[in-house]
């Protein structure tokens, strides 16, 4: 078995970490914060109460997606978690929307480190390090600390289902390293955590999602869109869509049945049209072959359908995988 095997193993069953500290982490303070989020993005904030989290959509006048965010609700503010370098445009973007509210963003992304724990045996050992104290929730957060460091622990379904992202004072993330390392948890390459997310079908904003797709094509609806919560940036075409019915493609899981993985931007076609672009690709140790998150055409996206591919055929399938 390869180490990357050996590593998502350990981020599933066992306990597997990796040192992400780096993404962009914003926090909102004020007394407006949930009132301006709440109003530039597709899911409903102000539902949330302190310990809560959700995904959402940023989007634009368009309806366009300018980001695929985590919102964490604390009792002192909300922070927004998403990949690397999106910070330095996300706050400006945010920020001219913010006229008399009282609301400030803080970039985060330098001042914390954040250490992803995954695996069946990562929850029972937060749950005895906290007296059972961890978001039982499938996104939320919760406030402790591990011996003399002070962490947010927040609950993420990203490399697994039983996973977390652990937040400290970037000074400390070597001592939180070094208890993990007292646990027997497993040290992860980002290399395997990017697998594991692929599996769970959790896509990344400016690889799987940018700026020219709609929310609905990212396939994430019951987790980050409510059709219910009114008025806000982009609404309008997010409702529209919503009452036709469908998109034109989708994001979706595709099992090759070659040994080669296709390469990210690769394009699937028949008879001159596309069937799928994939968006990220990798060789899945769970299912013992290529796996590709890639937008599949409309009408082509059902669970089972075959297509056909130079890299072999193309399965779509349900993903997270079992």
Not at 53 to 76: D, I, P, R, S
Not at 234 to 257: C, M, P, W, Y
Request: net charge negative.
């Amino acid at each position: 078995m390869s180490d990357i095997a050996l590593q998502c193993r350990a981020l599933c069953d066992g306990i597997g970490f990796c040192d992400l500290s780096g993404r962009a982490q914003i926090e909102l303070t004020g007394a407006d914060r949930a009132k301006v989020l709440h109003g530039l993005c597709t899911n409903d904030i102000k539902r949330l109460a302190p310990g809560d989290g959700c995904e959402a959509f940023l989007t634009n006048v368009q309806g366009k997606t300018t980001g695929y965010v985590n919102v964490f609700c604390t009792q002192q503010s909300l922070i927004i978690d998403t990949n690397p370098g999106l910070a330095a445009e996300m706050i400006p973007a945010l920020d001219r929307y913010i006229i008399r509210e009282d609301v400030t963003l803080v970039d985060r992304s330098h001042d914390w480190g954040e250490v992803l724990v995954s695996g069946s045996r990562a929850t029972s050992l937060f749950e005895s390090q906290f007296a059972g104290s961890i978001p039982a929730q499938r996104i939320g957060i919760t406030e402790r600390a591990i011996g003399d460091i002070q962490v947010q622990l927040r609950r993420l379904p990203y490399a697994s289902s039983e996973c977390f992202l652990v937040c400290c004072d970037l000074s400390q993330v070597a001592a939180l390293i070094a208890w993990l390392r007292n646990f027997d948890a497993v040290e992860c390459s980002c290399e395997a955590v990017n697998v594991a997310r692929i599996e769970m079908g959790v896509p990344v904003y400016g690889q799987d999602v940018t700026i020219d797709n709609l929310p609905q094509e990212i396939a994430r609806d019951a987790f980050a869109i409510s059709f219910t919560k009114g008025c806000y940036l982009g609404q309008e075409t997010v409702a529209r869509i919503d009452a036709l019915g469908h998109v034109n493609r989708r994001l979706a899981g595709l099992k090759f049945s070659c040994e080669t993985v296709p390469p990210a931007g690769t394009k699937i076609t028949a008879d001159g049209k596309q069937l799928a672009q994939i968006t990220s690709s990798c060789f899945s140790p769970r299912l013992n072959a290529p796996l590709a998150l890639a937008f599949v055409r409309r009408g082509s996206d059902k669970p089972g359908t075959v297509i056909a591919s130079t890299f072999g055929n193309a399965e779509v399938v349900v993903l997270p995988t079992e």
